[in-house]
């Protein structure tokens, strides 16, 4: 279980990184949108296609990384205070009835519309420049793919939990800035001998 896990998280991780460059991308899009708009009056067609394909297919694609991560939202004001086993027992009923249908029914729907879209090459109504955004419907049935992979995961730290009564964590990803410039000036204190 312990090298599927690992399988899951790593394969999340670089999907989720990835697509995290789209960011840039969005930026620039968006920067040279408003320069060309507001400095030379000539507003591009395609901005606008940029700015929601690319964020789709972050936030789709990215689902998976959070999740390995357990970066979504929880409402646990009442699942803190249980142990980590009733927490990985709750969590695991979730799973299955919850997040498994789900995921599935984003894969089978998604490749349904990503099918229909690829056949006759759908474009975007949204602006006259005519985007093809069938690539982004694909990006539902791959999403899909990668959920129902790191819920295999997260379904397996549940049992490993259910056995043991710890989480298995996740591997330590990015660090606040704040956190990086604690962390630099205690060890640099350490090594000057200063103390505070």
């Known amino acids: 279980m312990i090298a599927f896990i690992d399988f899951a998280d790593r394969l999340s991780a670089w999907f989720g990184r990835s697509f995290g460059w789209l960011i840039l991308l969005m930026t620039l899009g968006t920067a040279y949108e408003v320069v060309m708009r507001y400095l030379f009056n000539a507003p591009t067609p395609w901005s606008y296609d940029l700015s929601y394909i690319g964020y789709g297919a972050l936030f789709m694609m990215g689902g998976a990384?959070?999740?390995?991560?357990?970066?979504?939202?929880?409402?646990?004001?009442?699942y803190r205070t249980w142990s980590a086993r009733t927490q990985a027992t709750m969590d695991l009923v979730l799973y299955i009835f919850f997040f498994f249908p789900g995921v599935l029914a984003l894969i089978f729907s998604g490749y349904k519309y990503a099918s229909r879209s690829w056949g006759y090459g759908e474009v975007s109504v949204n602006s006259p420049a005519g985007i093809p955004i069938y690539q982004l419907k694909a990006v539902l049935v791959a999403s899909g793919i990668l959920?129902?992979?790191?819920?295999?995961?997260?379904?397996?730290?549940?049992?490993?939990?259910?056995?043991?009564?710890?989480?298995?964590?996740?591997?330590?990803?990015?660090?606040?800035?704040?956190?990086?410039?604690?962390?630099?000036?205690h060890a640099h204190d350490a090594a000057t001998g200063e103390s505070k």
């Open 147 to 185: 959920l129902a992979i790191q819920g295999l995961a997260q379904v397996m730290r549940c049992l490993i939990c259910i056995r043991t009564g710890q989480w298995l964590k996740a591997e330590a990803d990015v660090k606040e800035t704040e956190e990086l410039l604690i962390e630099q000036a």
């Open 65 to 78: 990384y959070t999740l390995s991560l357990g970066g979504h939202v929880r409402g646990d004001f009442l």
